[in-house]
């Protein structure tokens, strides 16, 4: 057994007479691309927002690095090494890039405002550390020369990117993404993904993934869970996933199997 | 090109310019003009208290000036522009005749509505059209009629092509010149040329308060005093967000902590100045938590409405008669002790401006380096966006009320140093108004800027001081002013801007960013 990430426990999120999210159980190993599909309103945004403490769920645990960790607020969150993106993107607009990446470091420094007004020593030093390695994840994410610019000034894929970069300022376990390549042209599309592939692959963070784009979703992923109506109907390999059943008439309705291997078989006929 | 479209549009904005001009005359504009040229410059263009013929006759064909510039639309050609000047012109000078042959019916009826309207004194109607009685009413359809049209060729002849290149051509020449100046100078004066300017308005600053005169010390310190609350509500609204109507209550703190603790009556404490301004300070502070508190779930105009509240509760606590005997009531402090340094007790007028200065000078560090930090900066986040703010990391409640804190700190200073120049402070100097002043020229000024909020006070407390003349329509003249600077500047006068902290250079960063558009690059600070 791997060291786990995250487990969820039972979790259960209810709204008013909604349960948006059914008694998921979920096993996220260390240092991998874990994938959460699903159609819309499957539940997906509200269990990453579980996790990262926007809402606390109902019943059921949910552990990380084997701490328990609903009912903290955000930025406690935050600072244990959680950190996420958005469905719809929230950067903070009206500061430059470089300052949104040194907002994402909050977590990671210590000085304070008496620091601020005195000059002490320790705010010199923190300042320059923390300002290069801001520069430093700025190139990471390919946004070297940008810095200065306001974050609402930047195109649309940029702004995508600048918000993992957000995200990555505080060094996290354990990032959260939230549907990063809506809305993005196929050659940002490609370039996310290498960009995923990289913070994985270099700066070894588990990688939690929220994603429509299936086929990106089956070449990124070392394993996949499927949400339909807030419980989980599937999990696994992407192989598995793709020749799932219940997937399947989850995506396709009911029905939808049957249709799907009709397909498959047709298909395979004229290949023939 | 469709000639009735134009002749109304043209018509209407005829209607509009003559409206204006009525609208000066009702409010007595001429007059104050008049009176403010003669005051500031030194000319006379008065007799007795009316302008001159010659001075009313330039304001007229000014105006008329300007109404014809405006007339025409840039993109039309000749012809039309000259008839579109034609129509504007005769609209505005016939509706403007009109007006007057009202004006010369009611001289000469000599009916008094002066109950009704206060500018429309005999001698002020008179003097409108030009104290000519009716041949007054033609010559000033002819003036707005040709000088009207002389404001439309001129305007032509210097908004087309040829005029435009070669002011261009200018432009360029005045900054190839300037590039060869500057580059021209040494290294050392083109680093530093920043602190040359700092070190110049230092000097200006401590020569200006001994030179000139107690009135305009007035004036400088009650600026001052704006400046201090306007940076320390930046701290609170501009860079946390909190939108904060009850500003005033700090300020009245403060005030009352060294007038309570400093003066006669009612305690007679006499603790000195220096101590009891800290008091207030403190209390200021201990107000904020005590007010942050519970408000800190509250956002935008519920925040609004609850601190307005607190600023409420604070004035009528301080004006009742459940604490008569401890606040003085209604009829408010007097005879508060002024500070004393080093031996010295502050008399004059200009004490108190360098003692403001000085403030503002500690004010002003305190808050750049503030804001520049990770503490500012965690500020500014949660005004753009809590919710992400707090994910990534930061604590709302505690940088939220510390916002408070530091920026109550600032007003409980002061109200202290306010109480203590005035000798005095009641109820009323601590009412909403004040709040709403603070705000406005944050507003006006511009938030996050220096400069700006400098500006902003001035614009909302300075002038006002400097422009007694124009007392009753004060207030007026703001809303019109308030309306046109949105409408224009609708970041304010002198809006902030960023620091440039990756600091690349020029050249790399055109070539990655060809496809951005308008890029905003400021540099404030180096």
Request: aromatic share 8%.
């Amino acid at each position: 057994m791997p060291e786990l990430v995250i487990e969820t426990k039972g979790v259960s999120k209810i709204f008013g007479g909604l349960t948006a999210v059914n008694s998921v159980d979920l096993q996220i190993p260390k240092g991998h691309i874990y994938s959460i599909i699903g159609p819309n309103g499957a539940g997906k945004t509200t269990l990453f927002n579980c996790i990262s403490g926007f809402y606390t769920p109902e019943h059921g645990e949910i552990l990380f690095l084997g701490r328990k960790i609903q009912g903290s607020s955000t930025d406690l969150i935050a600072g244990m090494g959680i950190s996420r993106t958005y469905q719809n993107i929230r950067l903070f607009g009206n500061l430059t890039a470089i300052e949104n990446i040194l907002v994402g470091q909050h977590t990671k420094l210590v000085t304070n405002w008496l620091d601020a007004i005195i000059h002490t020593r320790r705010y010199r030093v923190e300042n320059s550390t923390s300002l290069s390695e801001a520069k430093d994840i700025l190139k990471f994410v390919g946004l070297e020369g940008l810095g200065d610019y306001l974050a609402l000034n930047l195109p649309y894929g940029m702004q995508r990117r600048l918000e993992i970069g957000r995200a990555l300022a505080n060094g996290p376990t354990l990032l959260l993404l939230d549907e990063p390549t809506a809305g993005m042209n196929p050659q940002e599309t490609v370039d996310m993904v290498r960009l995923i592939r990289k913070l994985r692959d270099e700066l070894g963070i588990s990688i939690i993934l929220i994603e429509h784009d299936m086929k990106l979703v089956m070449d990124i992923s070392d394993h996949i869970s499927v949400l339909d109506y807030g419980t989980k109907i599937a999990e696994g390999m992407p192989k598995e996933i793709q020749s799932n059943d219940r997937v399947i008439e989850a995506y396709l309705g009911p029905g939808g199997a049957a249709l799907a291997a009709k397909y498959q078989s047709r298909k395979r006929n004229n290949h023939a | 090109m469709k000639p009735p479209n134009l002749f109304r549009k043209s018509a209407e904005k005829g209607l509009v310019y003559s409206l204006v001009m009525i609208f000066m005359m009702m409010i007595g504009f001429h007059v104050v003009a008049a009176n403010l040229m003669s005051k500031v410059f030194g000319v006379t263009v008065l007799r007795g208290s009316i302008p001159e013929v010659r001075f009313m006759a330039f304001v007229h064909i000014l105006f008329a000036f300007l109404f014809g510039w405006g007339a025409s639309d840039r993109q039309r050609d000749k012809k039309s522009r000259i008839r579109q000047g034609l129509i504007t012109s005769l609209t505005a000078g016939g509706i403007i005749a009109l007006f007057s042959v009202l004006l010369n019916y009611l001289v000469e009826a000599q009916i008094d509505i002066r109950q009704y309207l206060t500018a429309f004194s005999a001698d002020s109607m008179r003097y409108f059209i030009l104290n000519q009685g009716q041949s007054g009413i033609f010559v000033l359809f002819a003036i707005y009629l040709f000088t009207g049209l002389l404001g439309t060729i001129l305007a032509i002849i210097f908004q087309s092509e040829k005029a435009q290149t070669s002011r261009q051509s200018l432009k360029a020449k005045i900054g190839e010149a300037a590039q060869t100046f500057s580059d021209k100078m040494p290294t050392l004066v083109k680093k530093h040329w920043k602190y040359g300017i700092y070190a110049i308005l230092v000097v200006v600053l401590l020569i200006m308060p001994m030179r000139w005169g107690s009135y305009y010390n007035f004036v400088a310190s009650v600026v001052g005093v704006y400046v201090i609350a306007g940076i320390g509500l930046n701290i609170m609204v501009g860079l946390s967000g909190q939108l904060m109507l009850g500003y005033a209550a700090f300020f009245a703190m403060g005030a009352y902590s060294v007038a309570l603790l400093n003066a006669p009556t009612p305690h007679g404490i006499m603790l000195g100045f220096w101590p009891s301004l800290l008091v207030g300070v403190v209390a200021a502070m201990i107000g904020a938590v005590l007010l942050g508190l519970p408000i800190m779930r509250l956002r935008g105009d519920y925040l609004a409405i609850v601190t307005l509240g607190f600023g409420e509760i604070i004035r009528i606590l301080l004006k009742s008669d459940l604490l008569i005997d401890f606040t003085g009531g209604p009829r408010g402090i007097h005879a508060i002790q002024g500070p004393t340094l080093f031996g010295r007790s502050f008399t004059s007028d200009s004490d108190y401006v360098y003692l403001i200065l000085v403030f503002i000078a500690i004010s002003i560090f305190i808050y750049q380096r503030l804001a520049n930090s990770r503490t500012g900066r965690a500020w500014l986040a949660i005004k753009e966006d809590p919710i992400a703010a707090q994910a990534t990391g930061i604590n709302l409640r505690g940088y939220k009320l510390l916002a408070l804190i530091i920026g109550a700190a600032f007003a409980g200073l002061v109200g202290g140093i306010a109480a203590a120049r005035n000798a005095f402070t009641g109820p009323n100097d601590h009412s909403l108004m004040v709040s709403i002043n603070v705000l406005s020229l944050l507003i006006v000024g511009g938030m996050n800027s220096i400069p700006g909020i400098v500006l902003g006070a001035f614009a909302l407390r300075g002038l006002p001081e400097i422009l007694r003349e124009v007392e009753t329509y004060r207030q007026l003249a703001f809303g019109i002013l308030l309306i046109v600077m949105m409408l224009v500047r609708p970041k304010g006068l002198w809006p902030g801007s960023r620091p440039v902290l990756e600091k690349v250079d020029e050249e790399v960063v055109e070539e990655i960013s060809t496809e951005i558009k308008k890029p905003k690059r400021k540099r404030t600070h180096a």
